[in-house]
């Protein structure tokens, strides 16, 4: 209570900030084998359906032209599409997940609550590791996109890359926002693997990696339309590769995601303090 009593300037949280980055940045530099992972993951992934496609078709014109037929996207590129899906998935995985793998490495190490008692606002740590993520995924986004690309003869710099990459780093920011729900399971579960893989592929499914949510039952849709990574896949692949803009009108998309934006951020943060104070009433946030 003494601690949190300290007067701290605007500077020192933009300190705080500026060092929780880089924190971030020299311990992601010691382990290059996740940043290569998290490039070359995405290239594994979107080779099961390119390869599998071509294989039950014959031929890669064979394929996109069943990948057409099936869903409806004439004017999708079939390859480009599976990339983009993947690369997309990644980045939104990562944002998704990060978090609460950080609210779990923190409590093993028996440094959350001192963490979370300096004079420092949360929102500063919390804000630090928010631009880490999006400077991680857009890294990852552009070298994995690129490799794909590169892979499976795709020209990588084909539709509005600059727009496609706004599209992304505003995308993320409702992520990173519903991240901290994540945060908060971490606290009363204690199991940030456990929670990672259980919402990992059902999110998959709704953002429309390698699919339309089109061929998804209705129910499955309404909870595509409430997640921001849908909107973030599908209003990539149109920036990339001229598929039709959810509401026909590019504004009109990206109004949907500055609307998440806004809301999505406060919601988890809301719900996040809200189980922090309950664990700290209770067991406390550093039990593990």
């Not at 998935?89 to 300096?118: A, D, H, P, V, Y």
């Not at 399971?185 to 259980?198: C, M, P, R, S, W």
């Not at 934006?261 to 719900?271: A, E, H, S």
Request: hydrophobic share 55%; with cysteine.
């Amino acid at each position: 209570m003494i601690l949190r009593s300290a007067k701290v300037s605007l500077t020192d949280h933009l300190g705080v900030l500026v060092g929780t980055f880089i924190v971030r940045v020299k311990v992601i530099s010691r382990y290059k084998g996740s940043l290569l992972m998290d490039i070359l993951m995405p290239l594994f992934l979107a080779a099961m359906p390119i390869l599998l496609g071509q294989a039950m078709a014959g031929s890669t014109a064979a394929a996109s032209a069943n990948f057409q037929h099936s869903t409806g996207l004439t004017e999708a590129n079939y390859i480009a599409y599976m990339i983009i899906g993947a690369n997309v998935f990644s980045s939104i995985m990562t944002s998704f997940w990060l978090f609460g793998l950080f609210i779990r490495r923190e409590q093993t190490l028996g440094t959350l609550e001192s963490l979370f008692m300096s004079p420092a606002h949360k929102l500063s740590i919390l804000a630090g590791l928010t631009l880490y993520v999006e400077a991680r995924s857009l890294f990852t986004f552009v070298l994995g996109y690129s490799l794909g690309c590169i892979v499976f003869g795709v020209n990588p710099l084909q539709g509005q890359v600059l727009l496609a990459l706004f599209i992304l780093l505003l995308g993320l920011i409702p992520i990173n926002g519903l991240s901290f729900l994540l945060g908060a399971l971490v606290l009363k579960v204690k199991q940030a693997n456990t929670i990672f893989n259980t919402f990992q592929w059902p999110l998959a499914i709704i953002s429309g990696i390698f699919f339309p949510i089109t061929v998804l039952p209705v129910f499955l849709q309404i909870f595509a339309f409430m997640f921001p990574g849908f909107y973030v896949t599908h209003d990539i692949q149109a920036a990339l590769t001229g598929l039709k803009w959810l509401f026909g009108n590019m504004f009109l998309d990206l109004g949907v995601l500055f609307a998440f934006t806004l809301i999505c951020p406060l919601i988890g943060y809301w719900i996040f303090a809200k189980t922090e104070a309950r664990s700290k009433r209770a067991e406390g946030i550093g039990q593990f």
